[in-house]
Nanobody, 123 residues
Framework: QAQLIESGGGLVQAGGSLRLSCAAS????????GGWFRQAPGKERELVVA????????SVTDSVKGRFTISRDNAKNTVFLQMNSLKPEDTAVYYC????????????????WGQGTQVTVSS
């Protein structure tokens, strides 16, 4: 089973940038799809970016399109979420997840989760 460790959250002013990292371990993680989710206080966890761990396929939700991108360091088994032009409404705990169905927003279908990292965007 894949194990995921996130890092890179923090406090940033509106318009700023942050890069989150998700380091994966486990012998099967390369066969899985992945997703970056976020959960704001009082809201459900939402999928913002879906990706394949092996590279080549990425989908982003409309609210972050043109601002959030994925990159990978396959040698380090790490996926990065580059977040630019951040807005206060991007404030949330961000989670990395691994599953077997590409792009599903159903959290119960992901079988590995990171611990989450807080992103706070001030206005």
């Amino acid at each position: 089973q894949a194990q995921l460790i996130e890092s890179g959250g923090g406090l940033v002013q509106a318009g700023g940038s942050l890069r989150l990292s998700c380091a994966a371990s486990g012998r099967t993680f390369r066969s899985k799809f992945g997703g970056w989710f976020r959960q704001a206080p009082g809201k459900e966890r939402e999928l913002v970016v879906a990706f394949t761990w092996s590279g080549g396929t990425t989908s982003v939700t409309d609210s972050v399109k043109g601002r959030f991108t994925i990159s990978r360091d396959n040698a380090k088994n790490t996926v990065f979420l580059q977040m630019n032009s951040l807005k206060p409404e991007d404030t949330a705990v961000y989670y990395c997840a691994a599953g077997n169905i590409y792009g599903t927003p159903k959290v119960e279908l992901y079988d590995a989760w990171g611990q989450g990292t807080q992103v706070t965007v001030s206005s």
